[in-house]
């Protein structure tokens, strides 16, 4: 078995998860739009669901709409706001540190006639709320700024920054996506109008999400069809999705002892990681140190391709990530490195490693020697080999 | 137990080359995908986005049913330099650029043999190509493929002994159609792709759009002259000339013309009838041997200065300070300064060197 340290890519369904939500593909498959009986037992599982995960968020039930997940969240969110409001101003905040699902939803938003200010970050990767604040116009609607940054771990000030929407009359939309694994998601102290999850990053299965959708917040639908989830969101609800994510999403917050315990435990993993990898000259932690989400250890290496780092500690038993779940090949180094003034160069040396539950502290240990291997036959290979080019 | 790398191309050539790695399970095979250059995405947004163009698709597609691990090793920046950019410096400097030789010189068994090597802590690189390696004399060696249709040493003369001991190539003794035949045995969703013709970087075949891109060349018009520097017409750009091209002057003449040479100092294209563009020897440079060395000083051997292009018995003589000279037992028909001339004994590919500007000798019949 290899060892698993890809808990921001996606993670493993818990196996009460899949129970609970095995019945609802099996005997209990109605729709829950139907009138009859297998209808209404469908109904009843999504009522519940969705009660479920407004309790969590301190939120009511209508103010919570299933999606596929967390990029259709995120597109719902910002699109469906700036569009809604579009007659009152066509501006948008955001910063440059977004996942790709809202970075790249503001540039489509762009291309149609809306300006999109994208605020800078500091070189840990935090947005400064008061650059939130000068960014704000009289023609700003929405504001979408990402609550912990999958990439590099850094966590925002988000309840600072929502106070600062509040108190300018604009929409607050965070992408709680990688943060709702570990951070509390209570939707007012966070001053949230919107807010996006998904399912698999916290132990639920893919294909499903929500978005936090405060009431009064008026969204333009980017999905047409039947009257699903009070107009916002057409098409026959994903009943078993629901059902599991609801588990999941309780499985990790009903406890709030039990689930800052969790953080302590993963914290130290991954601190130990961050010890063991930075006694190696040329690695560095990207991201706040402090400030960060609790799984996350991601680090900048000089003098090997991630990619190539990546796939040689896979054909060791590590499972790691540059960054994000790219597997294209892609040469374009991340935005949110760029965005933190790293250069293009230094960016593709990263390496991201994501603890989860059932990580141990064997596994750490052990994926910290095979990267240690791994790193020194990288770059003793590469420099063996420029010896040999210069020569 | 080996590691050997499996270059995959999404073509059906190095799927086969994969899957008969991975069928000896004394072989530990890890299919690799090269990205050489950005690929454009389907969705209209983002004209570079994170996604993978369909031949890697299929690559990885041929590794799950072949049952081998599958990464994509990034080569842009190195490809872009040492492939696409000489390209371009080659058309500029009035010669014939050899793209596909320097994929393999440069990526191909340089990038992906050491890079991924180190990654992949293998032993060997393997591709598709038509060829064999065998040792003979205590020297590694590089044979012709047993399909003599699709041999392809004469894009591999630049490997010297270092990279054949590290290199296997699966398909050399088998033809064709029993390449095809295997892959639709094993079910591989290659198996009736359709042979590659152009060049892997130079959509519809249009690399004027490349110059201007890479280089910022536009293209300037200037004289076509024939030997005696008369005036016959006016071109685009020199660099948008090859030795031995026909089509595209837009001259009219009794005879059908052909580029004999391509003057980028004075933007001149040199035309003249066909038999004007044979000749009976030139000079080229920057020679390699397989063997590491050259058979002798002087030695006989057999020529071949385009892919597929016809044999000749030839002399070389070796001129030193990286210069042969090559003279043939009968004329050659428009050697281009910066393709290859490839030198066989047998079924052996011996090595070669680049054709060199100016160095063409008349043919005798043509004198």
Avoid at chain 1, 187 to 201: A, C, E, F, I, P
Avoid at chain 1, 325 to 347: E, I
Avoid at chain 2, 157 to 169: K, Y
Wanted: net charge negative; aromatic share 6%; glycine share 10%.
């Amino acid at each position: 078995m290899p060892i698993y340290l890809d808990h921001a890519a996606t993670t493993p369904t818990d196996p009460r998860v899949v129970d609970a939500m095995l019945p609802y593909l099996t005997e209990h498959f109605g729709n829950p739009s139907s009138i009859h009986a297998s209808g209404r037992r469908a109904r009843q599982a999504l009522d519940e669901a969705r009660e479920t995960v407004a309790r969590i968020l301190g939120a009511q039930p209508r103010e919570v709409v299933f999606t596929s997940g967390g990029s259709e969240a995120d597109n719902l969110a910002i699109k469906g706001a700036a569009w809604a409001a579009s007659a009152r101003g066509r501006h948008i905040v955001t910063s440059g540190v977004e996942h790709k699902a809202v970075l790249h939803t503001c540039q489509v938003l762009e291309r149609q006639g809306f300006e999109v200010t994208y605020v800078g970050v500091d070189r840990l990767g935090r947005v400064d709320p008061e650059a939130v604040r000068a960014a704000i116009t009289e023609r700003t609607t929405v504001v979408s700024i990402v609550y912990g940054q999958n990439e590099v771990g850094t966590l925002q000030p988000i309840a600072d920054i929502g106070g600062i929407c509040r108190e300018r009359g604009v929409l607050f939309h965070t992408d709680a996506v990688q943060a709702a694994v570990s951070q509390p998601l209570d939707v007012d102290r966070l001053g949230v109008d919107l807010l996006s999850l998904s399912g698999h990053k916290l132990y639920g299965p893919k294909g499903i999400g929500a978005l936090f959708v405060r009431r009064g917040t008026s969204l333009l639908p980017q999905l047409q069809g039947g009257a699903q989830e009070r107009q916002r969101r057409a098409g026959t609800e994903n009943v078993a999705g629901a059902v599991a994510f609801a588990v999941a999403l309780s499985l990790v917050h009903d406890d709030v002892a039990a689930r800052d315990r969790q953080n302590g435990r993963e914290a130290d993993l991954r601190d130990g990681l961050i010890d063991r990898l930075l006694t190696l000259p040329g690695v560095a932690l990207s991201g706040d140190p402090d400030r960060r989400l609790p799984n996350n250890a991601s680090f900048l290496i000089d003098g090997v391709d991630g990619a190539d780092l990546v796939a040689a500690l896979d054909l060791a038993g590590v499972e790691t990530s540059t960054g994000s779940a790219c597997a294209s090949g892609s040469t374009d180094p991340s935005h949110v490195l760029l965005a933190m003034g790293v250069g293009p160069d230094r960016a593709r040396g990263a390496l991201r490693l994501t603890i989860g539950r059932d990580t141990t502290d064997g596994e750490v240990k052990a994926a910290g020697e095979i990267i240690v291997d791994c790193l020194a036959r990288l770059r003793g290979d590469r420099i063996a080999l420029q010896a040999t080019a210069s020569a | 137990m080996a590691r050997i790398v499996a270059a995959m191309s999404g073509g059906v050539d190095s799927s086969v080359a994969a899957a008969l790695l991975a069928a000896d399970a004394d072989n530990e095979v890890i299919g690799v995908w090269m990205r050489t250059h950005p690929d454009r995405g389907e969705g209209f947004e983002h004209k570079r986005s994170c996604c993978s163009p369909d031949a890697a698709d299929d690559a990885r597609r041929v590794a799950q049913i072949v049952g081998i691990p599958f990464f994509i090793l990034n080569v842009e920046r190195q490809f872009g330099e040492r492939v696409i950019d000489a390209f371009a410096d080659e058309y500029l400097a009035g010669a014939t650029p050899n793209p596909c030789q320097a994929c393999n010189q440069y990526i191909k068994f340089d990038e992906l043999l050491n890079r991924g090597l180190a990654a992949y802590q293998a032993q060997q690189v393997a591709t598709g190509h038509y060829a064999r390696v065998e040792i003979r004399d205590g020297r590694w060696r590089l044979l012709r493929a047993a399909d003599a249709a699709k041999d392809q040493t004469y894009f591999l003369w630049v490997l010297g002994q270092e990279q054949l001991a590290a290199t296997r190539f699966p398909l050399g003794a088998l033809t064709k159609p029993r390449v095809r035949a295997i892959a639709a045995d094993l079910g591989l969703p290659t198996a009736e792709k359709p042979e590659s013709q152009e060049i892997c970087f130079v959509p519809a075949g249009d690399y004027r759009a490349l110059l201007a891109e890479r280089r910022a060349y536009a293209g300037a018009p200037g004289p076509i002259v024939d030997a005696r520097g008369e005036w016959l017409g006016t071109h685009s750009g020199y660099a948008h000339y090859t030795v031995g091209q026909r089509h595209g002057l837009g001259v009219a003449r009794g005879t059908p013309l052909y580029v004999r040479e391509v003057r980028p100092e004075t933007n001149e294209v040199v035309v003249g009838a066909r038999d004007d563009v044979a000749a009976g020897g030139f000079v080229a440079v920057d020679p390699r041997f397989v063997a590491g060395e050259p058979p002798g000083a002087r030695f006989e051997a057999t020529v071949r200065i385009r892919h597929r292009g016809a044999e000749t018995p030839c002399e070389v003589t070796m001129l030193g300070s990286g210069r042969l000279a090559v003279e043939t037992a009968a004329p050659v028909w428009a050697p281009a300064p910066g393709q290859a001339a490839v030198f066989y004994r047998g079924d052996e590919c011996l090595g070669g060197a680049r054709i060199s500007r100016g160095g063409a000798r008349p043919s005798a019949s043509a004198a």
